[in-house]
């Protein structure tokens, strides 16, 4: 059982950064997506921001030229770089993993941490 343990919310101003961090807790599929997704009170849960094994990224239209994913393959870490913080960036943010093996489909998903981003 493959556990994502998250890292790096904590509350801000508008125009600071942070920077996620979510490590998977065992060998994973090699070919995989890694992603940040979030939900802010009362809303949906929406994506964020995904990277595939192989470095191909998508961002939510929100956060375009704000946020920066990345991963490192090696530790099975995904990072999730965020400047320029706006009040409605504030949620909780999940990672996920997500991958097919055997023609299933696995979807895991961290505990969440709290980005609040104060005007």
């Known amino acids: 059982q493959v556990q994502l343990v998250e890292s790096g919310g904590g509350l801000v101003q508008t125009g600071e950064s942070l920077r996620l961090s979510c490590a998977a807790s065992?060998?994973?599929?090699?070919?995989?997506?890694m992603g940040w997704y979030r939900q802010a009170p009362g809303k949906q849960r929406e994506l964020v921001a995904k990277?595939?094994?192989?470095?191909?990224?998508n961002y939510a239209d929100s956060v375009k030229g704000r946020f920066t994913i990345s991963r490192d393959n090696v530790k099975n870490t995904v990072f999730l770089q965020m400047s320029s913080l706006k009040p409605e960036d504030t949620a909780v943010y999940y990672c996920?993993?997500?991958?097919?093996?055997?023609?299933?489909?696995?979807?895991?998903w961290g505990q969440g941490t709290q980005v609040t981003v104060s005007s």
């Open positions: 996920n993993l997500h991958y097919i093996n055997r023609a299933r489909e696995y979807d895991y």
């Open positions: 065992a060998s994973i599929f090699s070919f995989n997506t």
């Open positions: 990277i595939t094994s192989d470095y191909n990224t």
